[in-house]
């Protein structure tokens, strides 16, 4: 049986008291790579915010390890959900070292020395996202793939149990993008991290992920196996397929 | 080897302060041979003429000069950082401009309810300005922070910043129009920025509330290298983000706000000294940033009192004219830059 790391009960997300969706019930278990699927404007940024306490769930529950995660300490929590998001820094001088070291924040003292563990940890998670050699460039001048990676390392060296990612496809070429599902998949099952990323790359995403969370306007929070939901025709449902369009893809997929 | 840059550096930041520091009490008006200078500091000097220009005039002013270059120095790298904008600074905030208001409503509103004038109360105008300047620039603040949660946009900002100066400085215009001679005469003088009003006695007071403040942004470090990443980063990394810019504009907004109440507004220092650290450094951490910008502060303010001293101006060029005349052109190339 798998951890249950992260579990929410009828959770209603939305802004102000405005529900953008509700009734979501899912658990995210030790080493599952889950894709956050829907079309613009469904709820996946606000689902995303709600997870990393950006906006309090409008209602219901969310646990992580089964404490209530609205109530856990931010400097806990920061040790506990890591997120890398579509933004990037864009000072002029900040290396990519420092980037991943600000990963370490949670476990630094008042002016943030980095300890040999710290350091050591800051080495090895640019190591697993295969980056170690641009350590010491200016992280703004690095490509979008590069930036991306960079920024799991971050994620990585924040070394919590869970990692959520906002589009981290989104400005990837191909190969980055095969690369980008890899790592992930790796970072999964080598270092038993919970992943839930974000995605609008349908295709992409039922041949390389095992489960998808399908969020879409009026309609019910839907979770399951890729394969499955593709076979029982709800992503032919929520994306609005042609009937030969969905059987193209059952036919070319499973 | 590259902590030895970065010694290298500070080293040289410091031995040109030092040089400027000196020739701040040997040039002037009257021209203090160098031996003298020595002399004097070693009370081996016998001249009391020169006793009195050294220790009461020259060496006060090139002190207040020293901690209000740092102060605004570091005060423009905390709003750079705190608001993501290479164009923060306590003046172009509109922060200056609500000390200013600030000050104006205390001195000139005095005078015109009272029927004396403001400096005529002597030790007790000198609080009631500091006191009116740091109301006036932290009511500004927190105006400025209550929009700058509601929108991503800073060019939006810094507009509303620039309404809100103008806003005041009308304000404080209405408010010379009802007011006495001797006190509209005192704002000029005081808005045009100079470092000579602290003097021997108010020395103590000045220098301990501006070290106090200097002090505090020490432990602000590494929670602006964390900003450096963005606010949402910032908040997962379990920095407490109201708390955080609450903080750093208060310090930010103390030192503005001492500088300003006893040498007027002072501008482009804080603006153009954190881009120079920068460059210099070519760092982005604030451990390293924060020393080297208050050092980089001192410098430059060192130097805008000597050109405003240099003799055949009399010590009657306004440091804002020198200030604006070298921040200027470094802000401009920062842009281009920056740009590219």
Redo the contacts between chains.
Sequence with gaps: MMKEILKTKSLSIGYEGKTVVSDINVTLNEGDIIALVGPNGAGKSTLFKTFSTHIKPVGGTIELFGKDLMAIAPKERAKLLGIVLTERPDDMFMKVYDVVAAGRYPYTGMFGKLSENDENEIKVSLELVGVNHLIDRVFNTLSDGEKQKVMIAKAIAQNTPVIMLDEPTAFLDYPSKIELFSLLKRLAKEQHKAILFSSHDLELLLRYTDNLWIIAKNKPFAAGQSSELLKNGVIKEYFGLKDADNQFLLNEIC | MKNRKIVFGILGIIILGSILFILNLFVGSVTVPLDDIFKVLLKENTDNTLNVIIFNYRLPQALTALLAGAALAVAGLLMQTLF?NPLADPSMLGISSGASLGVGIVILLTGAISGTAVSSFGWWSTIGVSLAAFIGAVMVLFVMLAFSSRMKDMTTLIIIGLMIAYLAGSITDILKFFSLKEDIHAFVIWGMGSFSGVGTSKMPIFATSIIIGLFFT??L??NL??L???E??A??????IRKNSVIIILVSGYLTAIVTAYCGPIAFVGLAMPHIA?FLF????H?LLIPATMLIGMDMALICNLIARMPGFDGNLPVNAVTAFIGAPIVISVILK?RK
């Design positions: 993501r020490f432990f470090s590494k290298n964390i450096l990443l963005g949402m980063y908040e997962n990394l379990g920095l407490n920068r070519k760092s982005s951490d451990r920056s």
